[in-house]
């Protein structure tokens, strides 16, 4: 998810706009208990077709229950009422529903999937998260455009048994339902609410556990109310979560010592002050940081050496002790640690074992790239764009970023553009920047959230880097192995060392979140979609 794409679920961590955290005074009085969150930035929309980013996500995840929900490491049933029946040989999937209603008093139905998926698959929708239903019976024809949504192979067997048919066995099928994109939609107020769906609170219906609030779309501010119809309402204890963006960590700081926040996302000199404060947490995240180059509008970076260049004039420890001073990890490829694991191997490790010398800092190799490179297009002296959020963080980051390139990379000039979250997404996806610093963070604990995202179509791949061999590789990973878990496993190894060798993207850092969080809350898990689930949470 982008930051995701913060985090959705996802996955997608799309940064920066990743989620910062949650925070507020945390008070008990006659209205129940509270606290205030925290936020990077503004929720963008509460459309779960439409959603991009970690902090709407989070958002969502907080209001609306798909078939399944993460609670830690555990996936447990939500709209899901037991295991479903997996037939056809890993091809068919039926799942029966519980009785949950809406926030409006209507029952959470088979058909209110149905819609919900039809209308991500369909075009029209334009869902950048449609790409992670390849695999269920005809989603991709459809959102090429060969074929009516009405033909995706999800049925409504009748109101609590749901039906959905493969094309293939999808052996993380099940963890990628917790993505907002897979979440039900009630088909008659979508449908009454036009445009406006997803856009204020007067436009959200809830099935989950809080109802969103004095949302106006905008606003820095907004309430989460427990919502009194939620299936399991026992186990929702804190009645109010007060949104709050935050883009500041020296305020946040300040917020959270005036006990203005119960829980802070901190960067900086913030964060180093914070490691021996008894209230920290160090959050490990399934979200990596990285470069985008645009090829598209910028042929140079079509140049193997020039992307290699550069990924080789970054000192990515250094640039975690000088500007992030967090307890965040050096990427040496964009798959996150801790993510995917096998037989005790993890994903990341051993991928980084075969193919790292792309992303080891080598001024003198990278002056001697990059000037090959240069030769090659018949450049000389390139200025390029660096774009990325307004935050303080991420300023700095660019400033970083900005002083490292042009320090070995003789004649580059880099200029810096910061904007407002939204806008950054915005003009990632429109393809409106030279180099842009993005993230993303896991939909569901598998290397194919993150691998899949750079092939040549995927609406994710704002860099449009292309390579038939990789487009290749991920496809095999889906089908011709789909069902042998080593010959899977080796396929999507070689397509992130593909990857790494090619520097497609540019990883920077896995991040592990420095947090502040009040002792009083107790039984907040924090999940591998860099979400919190708030059901079962208390403030004592």
Same mark, same amino acid.
């Given at each position: 998810?982008?930051?995701?794409?913060?985090?959705?679920?996802?996955?997608?961590?799309?940064?920066?706009?990743?989620?910062?955290?949650?925070?507020?005074?945390?008070?008990?009085?006659?209205?129940?208990?509270?606290?205030?969150r925290?936020?990077?930035?503004v929720?963008?929309?509460?459309?779960?077709s439409?959603?991009?980013?970690?902090?709407?996500?989070?958002?969502?995840?907080?209001?609306?229950?798909?078939?399944?929900?993460?609670?830690?490491?555990?996936?447990?049933?939500?709209m899901?009422?037991?295991?479903?029946?997996?037939t056809?040989?890993?091809?068919?999937?039926?799942?029966?529903?519980?009785?949950?209603?809406?926030?409006?008093?209507?029952?959470?139905?088979?058909q209110?999937?149905?819609?919900?998926?039809?209308?991500?698959v369909?075009?029209?929708?334009?869902?950048?998260?449609?790409?992670?239903?390849?695999?269920?019976k005809n989603?991709?024809?459809?959102?090429?455009?060969?074929?009516?949504?009405?033909?995706?192979?999800?049925?409504?067997?009748?109101?609590?048994?749901?039906?959905?048919?493969l094309d293939?066995?999808?052996?993380?099928?099940?963890?990628?339902?917790?993505?907002?994109?897979?979440?039900?939609?009630n088909?008659?107020?979508?449908?009454k609410?036009?445009?406006?769906?997803?856009?204020?609170?007067?436009?959200?219906?809830?099935?989950?556990?809080?109802?969103?609030?004095?949302?106006n779309?905008?606003?820095?501010?907004?309430?989460?109310?427990?919502?009194?119809?939620?299936?399991?309402?026992?186990?929702?204890?804190?009645?109010?979560?007060?949104?709050?963006?935050?883009?500041?960590?020296q305020?946040?700081?300040n917020?959270?010592?005036?006990?203005?926040?119960?829980?802070?996302?901190?960067?900086?000199?913030?964060a180093?002050?914070?490691?021996?404060m008894?209230?920290?947490?160090?959050?490990?995240?399934?979200?990596t940081f990285?470069?985008?180059?645009?090829e598209?509008?910028?042929?140079?970076f079509?140049?193997?050496k020039?992307?290699?260049?550069?990924?080789?004039?970054?000192d990515?420890?250094?640039?975690?002790?000088?500007?992030?001073?967090?307890?965040?990890?050096?990427?040496?490829?964009?798959?996150?640690?801790?993510?995917?694991?096998?037989?005790?191997?993890?994903? *990341?490790? #051993?991928?980084?074992?075969?193919?790292?010398? %792309?992303?080891?800092?080598?001024?003198?190799k !990278?002056? &001697? +790239?990059? @000037?090959?490179?240069?030769?090659?297009?018949?450049?000389?002296?390139?200025?390029?764009?660096?774009?990325?959020?307004?935050?303080?963080?991420?300023?700095?980051?660019?400033?970083?970023?900005?002083?490292?390139?042009?320090?070995?990379?003789?004649?580059?000039?880099?200029?810096?553009?910061?904007?407002?979250?939204?806008?950054?997404l915005?003009?990632?996806?429109?393809?409106?920047?030279?180099?842009?610093?993005?993230?993303?963070?896991?939909?569901?604990?598998?290397?194919?959230?993150?691998?899949d995202?750079?092939?040549?179509?995927?609406?994710?791949?704002?860099?449009?880097?292309?390579?038939?061999?990789?487009?290749?590789?991920?496809k095999q *990973?889906k #089908?011709?192995?789909?069902?042998?878990?080593? %010959?899977?496993?080796?396929?999507?190894?070689? !397509?992130? &060392? +593909?990857? @790494?060798?090619?520097?497609?993207?540019?990883?920077?850092y896995?991040?592990?979140q420095?947090?502040?969080?009040?002792?009083?809350?107790?039984?907040?898990?924090?999940?591998?979609?860099?979400?919190?689930?708030?059901?079962?949470?208390?403030?004592?």
């Amino acid at each position: 998810m982008k930051f995701r794409k913060t985090m959705v679920a996802g996955s997608a961590l799309a940064l920066a706009g990743v989620l910062a955290a949650c925070g507020s005074n945390s008070s008990s009085s006659s209205k129940g208990t509270s606290i205030t969150r925290m936020e990077s930035d503004v929720i963008s929309t509460m459309d779960p077709s439409t959603t991009t980013d970690a902090i709407s996500g989070q958002a969502l995840i907080d209001t609306t229950d798909g078939l399944y929900r993460y609670n830690g490491s555990k996936l447990e049933n939500a709209m899901a009422k037991s295991q479903p029946t997996v037939t056809d040989g890993g091809k068919t999937y039926t799942f029966k529903l519980r009785n949950a209603k809406w926030s409006n008093g209507d029952p959470v139905t088979a058909q209110d999937f149905v819609f919900a998926w039809r209308r991500t698959v369909e075009p029209k929708t334009k869902s950048q998260y449609a790409y992670l239903y390849s695999g269920v019976k005809n989603a991709d024809d459809i959102t090429a455009g060969k074929k009516a949504a009405s033909t995706l192979g999800v049925t409504a067997v009748n109101k609590t048994t749901l039906k959905v048919t493969l094309d293939h066995a999808i052996p993380y099928f099940k963890t990628m339902l917790v993505n907002p994109a897979f979440f039900p939609q009630n088909e008659k107020f979508v449908e009454k609410s036009g445009k406006k769906f997803g856009t204020t609170s007067k436009y959200i219906l809830s099935n989950g556990p809080y109802q969103l609030k004095n949302w106006n779309g905008t606003g820095n501010t907004w309430k989460e109310t427990k919502n009194s119809t939620y299936w399991k309402a026992k186990n929702v204890h804190i009645d109010t979560l007060n949104g709050q963006v935050v883009k500041d960590s020296q305020t946040a700081m300040n917020l959270y010592q005036s006990k203005k926040l119960d829980i802070a996302a901190l960067q900086g000199e913030q964060a180093a002050q914070a490691k021996s404060m008894s209230d920290f947490k160090g959050l490990k995240q399934s979200a990596t940081f990285y470069l985008e180059l645009n090829e598209k509008k910028d042929p140079i970076f079509k140049n193997t050496k020039i992307r290699q260049a550069i990924s080789m004039s970054i000192d990515r420890e250094a640039y975690i002790k000088k500007v992030l001073n967090d307890a965040s990890i050096a990427a040496n490829n964009v798959t996150p640690e801790g993510l995917f694991e096998k037989n005790g191997q993890d994903f *990341s490790k #051993t991928a980084s074992k075969a193919e790292s010398s %792309a992303v080891k800092y080598d001024p003198a190799k !990278a002056k &001697e +790239l990059w @000037t090959e490179g240069l030769k090659e297009v018949g450049q000389s002296a390139p200025t390029l764009e660096l774009l990325t959020d307004d935050t303080t963080n991420a300023k700095r980051s660019a400033e970083y970023f900005q002083s490292t390139l042009q320090q070995n990379l003789p004649g580059l000039k880099v200029t810096i553009a910061t904007v407002p979250f939204k806008t950054r997404l915005s003009r990632s996806q429109n393809g409106q920047f030279d180099m842009v610093i993005s993230a993303w963070s896991a939909d569901f604990p598998d290397a194919i959230s993150f691998l899949d995202l750079f092939t040549s179509d995927n609406s994710y791949n704002d860099g449009k880097w292309s390579n038939a061999e990789y487009d290749a590789l991920i496809k095999q *990973s889906k #089908t011709t192995d789909a069902t042998n878990a080593t %010959a899977r496993w080796n396929t999507l190894l070689k !397509a992130q &060392e +593909l990857l @790494t060798k090619e520097q497609g993207v540019v990883p920077l850092y896995q991040r592990v979140q420095t947090t502040l969080q009040r002792k009083t809350i107790t039984g907040l898990n924090y999940n591998p979609t860099n979400s919190y689930n708030f059901v079962n949470a208390k403030v004592k």
